[in-house]
């Protein structure tokens, strides 16, 4: 498989009284129409980098060091770092789009669901008809599961369920090569998120997309994942498939983070079926782990 992202050693750092080192000489690889999973606690870099990939990023947050490459289906690489103004617009939803953590703040309120979706044809395909936009985007709802007749719906009208599957619609509209998901199920109900892990799935065979997957869950990455990326305190501390990954964590934080999630039918922990847990107590770290600890002490 040839890698349709590539993330080179990519330093982020939030420049405010006391600078905060968020991203850490990250280094990834997506490849084509694989499911990588970026796990890791709340405030350890997952969004900052999501915000990074899609040039997103507002100050006092600083791109310090590396780059992030795009590798096109067509045979050519775009450097993100060298895109500016229309030609970043233009990438955008076009060759890589985002989901967003809560939909609701990401949809207009006042606007009806058609609208919105149109605004994606409006801006990026700008040849297409009234007539033709307004068929683009049922086809669009029917695709992730939801009704044409809710283009006339406004958010509120929708349920957490549906307007997540709207905010997929849209990021596919244009079908990109690349689809970036924040935290897409966070605060949906477990018969939900699992029917939009299963869209999701769904989509990603039928029109061949790569996709980041951001959370902190790390038994529903285990589910849909090809590949895991656990991250801590701007590092990358572990990469490996989801099933060696689940069998056998290398890391010790890899393996909190798999023993902090309560099993159905036994003691917490008990999500870990294999695996040595013997230094869950922290007295075994090895170098980066003590690197990570250092950071963590050096600022407080």
């Known amino acids: 498989m040839s890698p349709v992202l590539s993330i080179e050693n990519l330093s982020i750092d939030y420049l405010a009284e006391t600078t905060v080192h968020a991203v850490r000489e990250v280094s990834l690889t997506l490849e084509r129409g694989e499911i990588l999973?970026?796990?890791?606690?709340?405030g350890c870099g997952k969004s900052t980098l999501a915000y990074a990939i899609t040039r997103l990023l507002k100050p006092p947050a600083q791109i310090t060091s590396g780059r992030v490459v795009f590798s096109s289906r067509e045979g050519y690489d775009v450097d993100l770092s060298r895109l500016a103004g229309d030609d970043l617009r233009a990438f955008r939803w076009d060759k890589i789009a985002m989901v967003f953590q809560g939909a609701m703040n990401s949809l207009n309120p006042v606007l009806r669901i058609s609208e919105q979706l149109e605004d994606v044809f409006i801006t990026h395909r700008p040849e297409l008809t009234k007539a033709e936009r307004r068929i683009r985007s049922g086809e669009l709802l029917e695709r992730v599961g939801v009704d044409r007749n809710r283009l006339r719906a406004y958010p509120h009208e929708l349920s957490g369920g549906m307007r997540q599957r709207v905010m997929i619609a849209m990021a596919l509209a244009l079908e990109p090569q690349v689809l970036i998901m924040d935290e897409p199920t966070t605060a949906l109900d477990v018969v939900v998120q699992r029917e939009i892990l299963l869209e999701i799935t769904r989509l990603r065979a039928e029109l061949g997309f790569a996709v980041i997957f951001i959370t902190h869950d790390l038994p529903l990455l285990l589910e849909i994942s090809d590949r895991i990326a656990v991250m801590r305190?701007?590092?990358?501390?572990?990469?490996?498939?989801?099933?060696?990954?689940?069998?056998?964590?290398?890391?010790?934080?890899?393996?909190?983070?798999?023993?902090?999630?309560?099993?159905?039918?036994?003691?917490?922990g008990g999500f870990v079926r294999s695996g040595d847990l013997g230094d869950l107590d922290g007295t075994e770290l090895d170098e980066t782990e003590q690197t990570v600890e250092a950071v963590e002490m050096e600022s407080r």
């Open 37 to 42: 999973g970026l796990a890791g606690e709340s």
């Open 233 to 268: 305190a701007g590092l990358i501390v572990e990469l490996d498939d989801a099933l060696t990954l689940y069998t056998k964590p290398k890391h010790p934080y890899t393996r909190r983070l798999l023993s902090s999630f309560p099993s159905l039918t036994g003691e917490r």
